[in-house]
């Protein structure tokens, strides 16, 4: 490639900022970790709890399940963990799930994973945000009785946010993911320790409540469908694993084996959350219902509809903190802030795919170029939006979200392993070498287990879940993959269309001479210097044209035209209807009947102004002449700007913009090592 | 001026459609009558209510000062007409108010008439589409029991035709307006047959009702205030006189004396009726009340506020005809056709004074060429918001709105008297005929005495009404004079801005020379057709400008360019951060510093596309960049369009745009005419 070497220096001044940001991007693990893994970590919140809502249906009795439950999700998560470091591995340049489809099974499966991906974002959104208020009103009860005005007003904030471009720092991510760890982990060495040293018994706010079964004495294929159904939910707490493998690039080197740890390290932190939630929850007796209205009895009656049934996580702090005691508050604040920021992670990876996924034209291409703002912000918003219209819909409450949240982690998870399968099979072919060999067989074999598991948590995800919401989370996939699909038919269809021939001779008869027509309504700066510009380019014909709409000035401009003696025909077209565009285009269209073989060069002079009330001012009619003009053939237009001195205002604006740092910068890594290392694509 | 007689004949077939609209455009008289008439006709539909509302303020007993304010309002027509005959006389270029005050009084005359014409057109729409719901609800209760609602449905019905382009047609006018002055004048007969032949007693449906005067037994100054009072609500009947006045050049010939017959057709006819209805009223016993909910009595209780208080005009058809009858239900739905119709004209007026505010850069140049359609659709909207908005905060009551109407009305009577007064004062001057002088000299003496009368009747109507609600109008005015003031002084700062210089060499350095850049992403036809017609542009020098966002791409496109041998060099920038704008800002301006007096000439392949959303697929980054490029001094920007076959869709939209008839045309005339007749500026 050739390099830029003959700018001048002073354009360097923009090469500092750079580097400057390239150290800034690089991250190491204590950072990286929480930047990757608030939103699996901060799913401790919720995902204990939705186990043993949904074990609660066939009665108390069904809670004693529960550890085998958590352990099938703690086998499931060492797979998933273990599956995604491979992945790492493979892909240093941070192929995602997408591109590993995408490279390994086609474009077919690539574009579903991508749309499972684009659903999740707005679930992650929405789970994490209403999840979040929950855990905030145990410590704020006004937030939680206004949860969906709550929601929707931190959706905003953070929409705000991102829009006005806040750089995704690292630290601002650590503090609360390790207060938030440290926290829990408190909680759990606390209670053990009060319970296991002490004797204490540990009581739940909900301990003395009881629980009237939907189901009672559920047994055979029922029961096991309810525990299938719990695990599903539990489940939950594998969202996000997979952020890792797009952030490759943003670790500090050795960049695979860094996120292969940090990886690791944040498995085992989940796990062993998760575990000790529900031992804890099992020790305090926490009981929860799926609609504790009416399921959920306390002192022999229904709790009744005004009753709010606060997260496993907050029950049990109450029990090991005791209720609205300092740690208890710090907890709950933890926790909401960490989902918060699990939420914000959606903010900043919905553009990073976005922006892959325009590279491959599935959406439009000015996403691939980063730092557009513009486009940015739409993907901002449309996030946002689809977020609120969720919340709203289900009226943030994380338990009925969460039924349409995990179908697309898992179509993601097992697409990607089975194209990890193929992409070792592929190698293995190759390869001769009998210690690489043996590793990539290892290696196969994990992706091939995990491929299958998470393939059977697939099926049972969607046999258990798919009336209670995952079909919504499918019609958003099916949505997301029909308009890709049109957006790249309608690319390649123009690509076709377009696509220079091979023999210059088939193209439409080239241009032979120019007659350029420089537009003017007064002798005034602008059109001097459209005129002396229109000299300059030496066209074969040049003449200035004026539209009589007012007999009047038309006169004047006549009479100041000689008597400066500028020296180039001016030609006036009447107007009748004091129309400006149609008796332009006419007489482009008659000089093009007259010679079809010569271009016609339209010199329109234009103001440049600095506000937005001044464009209602200025232009109008050129603007619309100019986008008349395009649809004539054999025309070219040239807009000859003149630079009004209210023009600063909006260079200044634009200047500003230019500086904008988009959302997601830090966990994509610098851009440069992206697109030059080998990104394993076929 | 130099006509354009080299055209082929070819577009001569828009001319045929010219002429044709012309033929068209020209009116007889007996179709401009219902033309210009419907509005000042239509307000005889609540003007005598207005009156007799007023004076029940002092007790049924004032009633009978009602005559000697009909004879008042009636000389005061007389008098308006006579001076309006005498501006279609002197400007039969149709020149409207704001001509004359402008021309005669100076600007600021001028833009004071022009915004309380501006503020009159609101509300116009407003009173006449209230009071048409009222007229209707005579008949279909269910309108007025929903008044905001049903008056904003009309309001936004007449706003969407208007939008889509109606064509005025004199017919469509004709009918209803005689079928609404032959139905009042069958009405007034038969009430007066009935009445002095038959010796009938007519019964009003209110003639049994009692009035408890607000203020009971007023004399003195009160009293006088108040019937000044009435006689200002009166004054309602005068709205809409003047519109002749800017209608001239659409009368056939002889086009003023048309105009001037019709307009004293006019007075007759509103007159006759307006006293007709009153006498009527006074015969079947009608009592309005201000308040009728506390103030009218039927069988010594008030009515309350589930009373709906119908117009004068349809309680007189129902003593005269009988209530549901035939008769009856024909008038109410011709009268309040008529009111709509009256609304609709403001939809006509509005953009026609705004195209002559914006030729004297008043407002937006582009409101200027006729026909524009988006220029006219946001003056329409305006206007539509507007009236909306006062229908709501008004309640859609065409009482309280009449307060705010009669302001505007004879503050461009008075002023566009008193400038006729000017007018005769300078032909005098110059004037040494006799017999014309003494032509003149009466002219002169009617205009004064208008001048005069509707001055008082300024007075009269500001003292009375001020309080109740006049102020809303002034402030209106107020706010409409600020804005066009401010318009009009950027329009003239910008002009001394870009004003040329005698003398060239005072000019910025003129360049010398053109460097043309080819900006390229890939080789297919749009980048050839750039190039090849770059290549014509015979600049000094060409390159192709290609950034390398994605290194892969860039490498395709060099290896295309070298295999294809195009003959323009390829210059690629590098782009770590996945940017197109910044990089070529950048480079065109290390060119223009490294040879300051060369211009620089991009030239960027644009597709053409049909539809909205396929711009969100195209051009962005070109739109952009283009954006960016005409805020760098000494830079050109030229478009190279390649028509995608979609975009055949976009042009067949735009031809249809084109031949959209503009509001207002009919009533304007033929548009050279316009143009090309002395008209009247000093």
Redesign the interface.
């Known amino acids: 490639?050739?390099?830029?070497t003959d700018?001048?220096k002073?354009?360097l001044i923009?090469r500092a900022l750079?580097s400057d940001r390239l150290g800034e991007t690089l991250l190491p693990k204590r950072i990286a970790l929480p930047v990757f893994a608030s939103d699996p970590l901060s799913s401790v919140a919720y995902a204990p709890g939705e186990v043993l809502l949904v074990l609660s249906i066939a009665g108390v009795s069904a809670y004693h399940f529960s550890p085998w439950i958590a352990a099938a999700v703690v086998v499931l998560m060492f797979t998933v963990v273990a599956s995604y470091r491979q992945n790492v591995r493979a892909y240093p340049s941070g192929g995602g799930d997408y591109e590993v489809a995408n490279t390994n099974l086609g474009p077919k499966a690539g574009l579903t994973v991508a749309s499972a991906l684009l659903v999740d974002y707005v679930l992650t959104v929405a789970v994490s945000i209403s999840a979040g208020v929950e855990n905030l009103g145990s410590a704020i009860p006004f937030v939680v009785e206004h949860k969906t005005f709550s929601a929707t007003a931190i959706i905003v904030l953070l929409t705000l946010m991102n829009l006005r471009g806040v750089k995704e720092s690292g630290k601002l991510f650590a503090i609360p993911t390790y207060v938030f760890v440290g926290g829990v982990f408190l909680m759990l060495a606390w209670g053990a320790f009060k319970g296991l040293v002490l004797g204490d018994t540990l009581q739940a706010p909900t301990a003395d409540y009881e629980i009237k079964p939907e189901h009672p004495g559920l047994a055979g294929f029922a029961l096991v469908f309810l525990l299938l159904r719990a695990f599903s939910s539990g489940c939950a707490a594998l969202t996000g694993v997979e952020a890792i493998s797009n952030g490759v690039p943003a670790f500090r080197k050795p960049k695979s084996r860094n996120a292969a740890n940090t990886l690791a390290l944040m498995g085992a932190l989940a796990v062993t959350m998760f575990c000790g939630i529900i031992a804890l929850a099992m020790a305090s007796d926490v009981k929860m219902a799926e609609y504790p209205a009416k399921d959920l009895y306390r002192d022999g009656a229904p709790v009744g509809p005004d009753y709010v049934q606060h997260p496993v996580i907050s029950q049990v702090a109450a029990a090991v903190f005791g209720d609205g005691t300092f740690f208890f508050v710090l907890l709950a604040a933890a926790t909401a802030l960490v989902l918060f920021l699990a939420a914000n992670t959606a903010y900043n990876g919905f553009p990073l795919l976005g922006s892959i996924l325009a590279?491959d034209r599935y959406l439009?291409?000015?996403l691939?170029?980063?730092?557009?703002r513009?486009?940015f912000s739409n993907g901002i918003v449309l996030l946002a939006g689809a977020a609120v219209l969720l919340v709203w819909i289900y009226g943030a409450d994380s338990t009925r979200l969460i039924q349409l949240y995990i179908v697309g982690v898992f179509v993601s998870f097992t697409l990607s392993q089975t194209g990890m399968v193929r992409h070792w099979n592929r190698l293995l072919a190759a390869e001769r070498n009998k210690a690489k060999r043996r590793h990539m067989i290892r290696s196969r074999a994990i992706n091939a287990f995990g491929a299958f598991f998470t393939g059977l948590v697939l099926v049972v995800v969607l046999v258990t879940k798919f009336t209670h919401g995952a079909w919504v989370a499918l019609l958003g996939m099916v949505i997301f993959f029909g308009t890709m699909t049109a957006?790249r038919r309608?690319?390649d269809r123009?690509?076709e269309?377009?696509?220079?021939?091979e023999e210059?001779a088939d193209?439409t008869v080239?241009?032979?001479?120019?007659h350029s027509i420089v537009l003017v309504s007064k002798?005034?700066?602008?059109?001097?210097r459209a005129v002396?510009?229109a000299r300059?380019?030496?066209?074969d014909r040049l003449e200035a044209l004026s539209v009589?709409?007012?007999?009047d000035e038309?006169?004047a401009l006549?009479a100041e035209w000689e008597r400066?003696g500028i020296n180039v025909p001016l030609?006036?077209?009447?107007s009748?209807?004091?129309?400006?565009?149609?008796?332009v285009i006419?007489?482009v269209r008659?000089l093009r009947?007259?010679s079809p073989r010569d271009?016609v060069?339209v010199?329109i002079p234009?103001?440049?102004v600095g506000h937005w009330y001044?464009h209602?001012?200025?232009n109008?009619?050129a603007l619309?002449l100019?986008?008349?003009?395009?649809?004539t053939?054999g025309?070219?237009?040239?807009?000859?700007?003149?630079?009004?001195?209210s023009?600063e205002a909006?260079?200044r604006r634009?200047r500003k913009r230019?500086d904008w740092s988009a959302p997601g910068a830090v966990r994509r890594g610098p851009?440069?090592r992206r697109?030059?290392e080998p990104s394993g694509k076929g």
Chains 1, 2 share one sequence.
């Open positions: 490639m050739s390099k830029l700018l001048p002073r354009i923009g750079r590279q439009p291409r000015q691939h170029t980063r730092g557009d513009l486009a957006i309608h690319y123009v690509a269309e377009i696509s220079a021939p210059p193209d080239r241009p032979s001479r120019v002798v005034h700066r602008p059109t001097l002396s510009y300059l380019m030496r066209s009589n709409v007012d007999p038309t006169r006549q400066r030609k006036i077209l009447d009748p209807y004091r129309e400006i565009t149609r008796p006419e007489y008659s009947r007259e271009a060069s010199i234009e103001y440049v001044e209602l001012l200025h109008q009619s619309r100019k986008g008349r003009l395009l649809f053939p025309v070219m237009v040239t807009s000859v700007p003149y630079q009004l001195e023009s909006a260079k634009a230019q851009v440069d697109t030059k």
